[in-house]
């Protein structure tokens, strides 16, 4: 049988060329010929008839062993050619047109012959080839011709956009958005037009939108190189309790993200096009830690422990919850009868609207019971802006330097009010006096009130004390706003914007009513000595006798009798005109901070005198015992509230304290037997040692940059383990992005440029470690 | 050079996958905690998969030249084409994508994958059967044989038509076995190597032998011998045929894959910064 399937003589084999792109079109029959088709796929079967003597013979090589029947026709065309044959009909008969067929055409005029004919065929790999240049071809003209179209968008897109994108087109964030198929080519191959590389132009796509990220947003946590280095040596100097080898592993192999770059492009943490519902900021654990020195598991495991969180910072206010939960509330009522003691933390803290932040309540819900009092407190000197010394006047009328009219001296004391120093303010107003500035230095050590052994020179410095004396009060007294303007554009205007002078002209004015009283009193005869240039000369010394202070409480503008002063005194918490004082007289300070060193000495001193004197701690309304002044590089800012906006900052470390309120105070035990507030105490635990105000509560340059100096707080430190009681692998959830943020954005006390009320700023230049 | 047997190949290879399977995921993961981009270095690792099992289709074009043997490139790319799957999915995150060229991309990639481990299998399954049942015929020849078992069925009818001059062989020829001669039949059962309408035939053959004389019987044994022939034939038409078809979809489809990653690495490195 198997004779009947398959020959393997070596004659009579069949010889197969599966490697041929074309086979007989007969092979499907099992009758293929043995020449087969040409590479072009023509059959290799053609007759091509040879003529010997005037005869044509066929040839055709598959018709060998049996010649063709018809033969050549007499020109020597092969008669099964189907292509010359084309079947006539004549007289409703098909019939052979080249009249040597003995078949002739079929009834419907094809040619009989042309079934024969054979029509080699492509070899299966042939035919797979074809499909695959076809298919390949297909899928190249595809794309094109998607991406010509109006929905290329569609085509290149990797996938959907997250619900905050999704109506965002390419170009919005690519810059190839716009290009065409030749830009893409260029820009894969190029990276595009130089200057787009360098200045991270997609980047900038990103920031176009999300442009609150600091000034330097694609630097690591959008820090400074400097700030960042600091950061991470302060964290390094702390001992990890564990690290992460996998973590280790990743860095040593591959190296951190931020290795040998400053900047990080958006997309190294933020994946887009993962879908709708994608969370673009979510990032693992171990991600967080790729870029950091120490690496841990978790918070329950290898956290480092919390060094000074969550108070890092002096309290804006100034609020010693020692001394005061441990001293005072125990016995204030002996000397604050109408004190009220706070029941719990909930007496003076309120938690925001947000539930973020626990506020403190204001003055009069906290302190005013106790110390509202001590705002009006008439010991305290007031804000003295104009002080008639004591001088004998008797020593100068015999050196023919007659004073004039001038005041009995209530006080028998050397120098100026209650001090006994010139004031502050007095002091900066003098300097533009030429006549007096000149002088100035002969004054030194020299005994106003016996100036008997004084010389001629010292006498003529006195009595241009005097007259200088005379001229600010009655400069002030009389309104002249001119004349106090150019006095200080002389002095403060050197170092300060004009609106910061004429800010303080205006507030020099505010005691012309005082002033006016004052000279009326003490000087009667100022205006005419002043109008006349001569000084009245009576023949014997008739000083003015004054009694008693004009004013019975001396709050707010006064004439001091007593001791011959112009001031102001608060009239309570919050005064206004005290608040101004404050903040001009900081503005001034700042200005003048910013100079070089060495330059207007004289004026940065009598600034830097005046500033000490109103924020003395026992000035007037002792605004700055309560309220801290912070430093910032050269300038300082005074915190009037207990906090601040952070609307516009983003700590690293963020909390949330209504839920921890609300779940300690659902605990099982707390759930009956705690008392409103105590919940508190589960995390912020006061200190117990009882002790006096500690000293950086006044440290007048304490500044809450980091490692700029120390404040210990009024609580123990918080445990880690505090938080991991919760936040742990089996309770809530414990990995980074629970409390931390990557995108810092930080508050700058910005300098006082103009009219200097401190404004907040975006600037990452401090606070990173400020909690609300 | 001593050859190698295929077990020892195999298990080789084997080892090497999973050492290679879980080198990239501990690359991956590693690279992943680092930030760095991983779609791009698993998506250049697929891309140079690809093309590496790719050029496999044009090693055999250019088997004059002394690069390994065919059986050696045909494992490593079994077990490259094994590697690229995990590759791919770690690519993808192994997640369906949602872009229309992600979309087309996968779906090519897939089907190439799919029709790949299904082109393994019957590479390893046919040729066993093909050697288990009747004579193994070159898929060329197949066309011929066939012809040359119908010419011999019917000269066998005609020789018994002309001796006993009986209608009988030559009828039943007709009616029941003339169309089984001519083309092959039953592909789908010989695919799963049921010789039921072999069987059929050959039942029908058996019955109407006891009408048949001496002659006509002997007839009709050589029938039923030339329809198990053809009957075998038919089986190894279908699995050579499949055989061959399974490449149809596996070659055509790996070159428009490449296109088509060509064209995704265009559009990212355009998208998302330069090559360098």
């Known amino acids: 049988m198997s004779k009947a399937r398959q020959v393997f003589d070596f004659d009579s084999s069949e010889y197969e060329r599966p490697n041929h792109p074309w086979i007989c079109g007969r092979a499907c029959e099992g009758t293929a010929c043995a020449l087969g088709p040409s590479a072009g796929g023509k059959c290799g079967a053609v007759c091509q008839p040879y003529r010997e003597g005037d005869r044509y013979y066929c040839n055709n090589a598959s018709l060998l062993s049996s010649r063709c029947d018809a033969g050549p026709d007499a020109d020597g065309n092969c008669c099964h050619l189907p292509a010359q044959c084309a079947p006539a009909k004549k007289a409703g008969t098909w019939g052979c047109t080249r009249g040597q067929c003995i078949v002739g055409p079929l009834a419907d005029g094809q040619c009989s012959q042309q079934q024969n004919v054979c029509r080699p065929r492509r070899s299966v790999w042939a035919q797979r080839r074809v499909l695959t240049l076809t298919t390949t071809s297909l899928v190249v003209g595809g794309l094109l011709a998607l991406i010509a179209g109006p929905s290329r968008e569609d085509v290149v897109s990797p996938g959907a956009l997250t619900s905050a994108h999704a109506a965002s087109s390419c170009k919005a964030c690519h810059l190839a958005g716009a290009g065409t198929l030749s830009d893409w080519v260029h820009r894969a191959l190029s990276g595009g037009p130089a200057s787009e590389r360098s200045d991270q132009q997609s980047e900038q796509k990103c920031l176009a939108c999300h442009g609150d990220l600091g000034a330097e947003p694609l630097n690591a946590h959008g820090l400074r190189q400097a700030h960042l280095v600091s950061l991470t040596k302060r964290a390094t100097d702390r001992e990890s309790a564990g690290s992460q080898v996998l973590i280790g592993t990743a860095q040593m192999i591959f190296g951190r993200p931020h290795q040998g770059v400053e900047k990080l492009a958006c997309g190294t943490c933020h994946q887009e096009h993962r879908g709708r519902g994608h969370d673009l900021t979510g990032i693992s654990n171990e991600q967080c830690q790729s870029c950091h020195q120490n690496t841990f598991h978790s918070l329950e495991h290898g956290h480092p422990e919390f060094t000074d969180y969550p108070y890092q910072r002096r309290t804006r206010i100034y609020f010693d919850h020692v001394t005061h939960y441990n001293q005072h509330f125990d016995s204030f009522t002996r000397i604050m009868p109408g004190g009220k003691k706070p029941a719990s933390c909930l007496t003076c803290h309120k938690l925001d609207t947000a539930g973020r932040k626990m506020l403190v309540l204001g003055f009069d819900e906290t302190c005013s019971s106790c110390h509202s009092s001590q705002i009006k407190d008439a010991l305290v000197e007031g804000m003295t802006i104009v002080a008639v010394p004591r001088i004998d006047s008797v020593a100068l009328a015999d050196e023919q330097l007659p004073l004039g009219v001038w005041p009995k001296h209530p006080l028998n004391q050397d120098g100026f009010g209650p001090q006994g120093e010139m004031p502050a303010v007095m002091n900066l107003l003098l300097l533009a006096d030429q006549g007096y500035l000149q002088r100035r230095d002969s004054l030194a050590g020299v005994d106003l009130l016996d100036l008997s052994d004084m010389t001629p020179e010292q006498a003529e410095s006195v009595a241009s004390l005097a007259v200088a004396t005379r001229q600010v009060l009655h400069e002030i007294a009389t309104g002249d706003q001119g004349r106090l303007q150019k006095r200080l554009n002389a002095t403060i205007g050197r170092v300060a914007p004009s609106a910061v002078v004429q800010q303080m002209v205006e507030l020099l004015l505010e005691a012309r009513q005082s002033a006016e009283f004052a000279e009326a009193v003490w000087f009667p005869e100022l205006s005419h000595e002043l109008d006349s240039g001569e000084v009245v000369v009576q023949e014997f010394y008739k000083p003015q006798v004054v009694s008693e202070s004009i004013s019975d409480d001396l709050a707010g503008w006064s004439t001091v009798n007593s001791d011959l002063t112009v001031r102001y005194s608060a009239i309570g918490h919050a005064d206004l005109t005290m608040k101004r004082w404050l903040e001009t007289v900081i503005d001034i300070r700042n200005a003048a901070a910013a100079l070089p060193a060495g330059e207007q000495s004289d004026v940065k001193q009598a600034i830097g005198r005046l500033f000490a004197e109103v924020t003395s701690p026992i000035a007037s309304g002792r605004c700055v015992k309560c309220h801290s002044i912070d430093l910032s590089g050269d300038h300082v800012v005074i915190n009037w509230l207990s906090t601040r906006d952070d609307s516009a900052i983003r700590p690293f470390t963020h909390f949330t304290h209504s839920p921890h309120m609300r779940e300690i105070a659902q605990d099982a035990c707390n759930a009956c037997h705690a008392t409103e507030g105590e919940e508190c105490m589960q995390c912020h635990t006061i200190k117990s040692q009882s002790g006096r105000y500690r000293p950086e509560f006044f440290d007048r340059d304490w500044a809450p940059v980091l490692g700029s100096g120390h404040f210990s707080s009024d609580f123990r430190d918080l445990p880690t383990s505090n938080c991991a009681k919760c936040h742990n692998n089996s309770v809530s959830r414990n990995d980074c992005l629970t409390c931390h943020k990557y995108h810092v954005r930080q508050r700058r006390v910005q300098p006082a440029a103009k009219v200097g009320r401190v404004a907040p700023s975006v600037s990452p230049q401090m606070d990173v470690h400020e909690l609300p | ?276």
């Open chain 2, 1 to 276: 050079m001593t050859l190698i047997p295929f077990s020892v190949r195999r298990r080789r290879y084997s080892v090497a996958l999973i050492v290679l399977l879980l080198l990239a995921g501990a690359i991956d993961l590693l690279l992943s905690i680092t930030l760095q981009r991983t779609a791009l270095v698993s998506g250049w690792v697929l891309f140079a998969l690809v093309a590496v099992l790719a050029s496999y289709n044009l090693r055999k074009r250019i088997s004059f030249l002394p690069l390994g043997s065919s059986s050696t490139w045909l494992q490593v790319h079994v077990f490259l084409g094994l590697l690229s799957i995990a590759v791919f999915g770690t690519h993808v995150g192994w997640r369906v994508p949602n872009g229309y060229l992600e979309v087309g991309l996968a779906f090519a990639y897939l089907v190439v994958a799919a029709s790949g481990m299904i082109g393994l299998w019957i590479s390893r399954v046919f040729p066993r059967r093909l050697s288990e049942r009747g004579e193994e015929v070159f898929y060329a020849r197949i066309p011929r044989v066939l012809r040359r078992i119908q010419v011999a069925a019917e000269r066998e009818v005609l020789a018994c038509l002309t001796e006993t001059e009986s209608t009988a062989i030559p009828e039943f020829y007709s009616e029941e076995l003339r169309t089984f001669f001519e083309r092959h039949r039953y592909f789908w059962q010989h695919m799963i190597r049921s010789q039921r309408g072999e069987l059929e035939l050959i039942r029908k053959m058996e019955l109407h032998g006891r009408y048949l004389n001496e002659r006509e019987k002997q007839a009709m044994n050589s029938l039923a011998e030339y329809v198990r022939v053809k009957s075998d034939l038919d089986f190894h038409f279908s699995h050579q045929l499949v055989l061959k078809v399974w490449l149809f979809i596996h070659v055509p489809l790996t070159y428009a894959l490449v296109v088509m990653a060509i064209f995704h690495v265009l559009i990212v490195y355009a998208f998302s910064g330069a090559v360098h």
